[in-house]
């Protein structure tokens, strides 16, 4: 089984879905979208904290069926233990836990529930999990590719395409409106700017 690629139309609708399915009127009203909650009221899963490896590399892993995963044991120091893990557990690396109202962290829950919602199917066909790495790591390009995807629907979902319009021009002559908007909707600087790019909304 291939992959699904979608097109930006598509992740736009994927995205509004996700959203709808939590409270409709974040599709309306410029608001932080509470990703922790769609991922454990809508989705039913769980969130997990965990040292995932022990360079931090890999800041997120989403696990779609009951498995063994391998987790760094920082506090004994003892390396890598397999951990068991159940079927629809987004494990988060611990580094993140004590920034939790920061924009990596945020994007970091919405990257995996993006691979939840678009990637099951392929990689319960796998036999793999999911993982968000910090740094580029050699892949292959499908491999490569099923991540951009994942980031792109992790911007549309929380920095949905209308209310960061409505937001940008409700508040057009803002001295940074790039800082403004990111901690508005409580995502990072970069993922802002990339997000007003792509709507053609900064240059």
Do not use: W
């Amino acid at each position: 089984m291939n992959p699904n690629f979608y097109r930006n139309e598509a992740l736009d609708a994927i995205a509004r879905n996700i959203i709808s399915r939590y409270d409709p009127s974040l599709l309306r009203t410029p608001a932080p979208v509470p990703i922790e909650a769609i991922i454990e009221q809508v989705y039913k899963l769980t969130m997990e904290f965990q040292h995932i490896r022990k360079n931090g590399r890999i800041l997120g892993e989403t696990v779609f069926e009951d498995c063994m995963v391998p987790i760094y044991n920082k506090r004994s120091g003892e390396g890598y233990k397999l951990e068991p893990f159940k079927a629809g557990t987004i494990i988060i690396d611990a580094s993140l836990f004590n920034c939790r109202s920061d924009g990596r962290y945020i994007y970091t829950c919405a990257h995996e529930l993006s691979h939840y919602v678009i990637d099951k199917n392929y990689f319960l066909q796998l036999g793999k999990t999911a993982a968000l790495t910090a740094k580029a790591v050699r892949s292959s390009d499908t491999d490569k590719a099923i991540e951009r995807q994942a980031n792109r629907l992790a911007c549309r979902i929380l920095m949905p395409k209308g209310t960061v319009k409505m937001a940008f021009y409700h508040n057009f002559g803002q001295s940074n409106m790039v800082k403004y908007l990111a901690d508005y909707f409580r995502v990072s600087e970069e993922a802002m700017s990339y997000r007003l790019k792509e709507l053609g909304l900064i240059s």
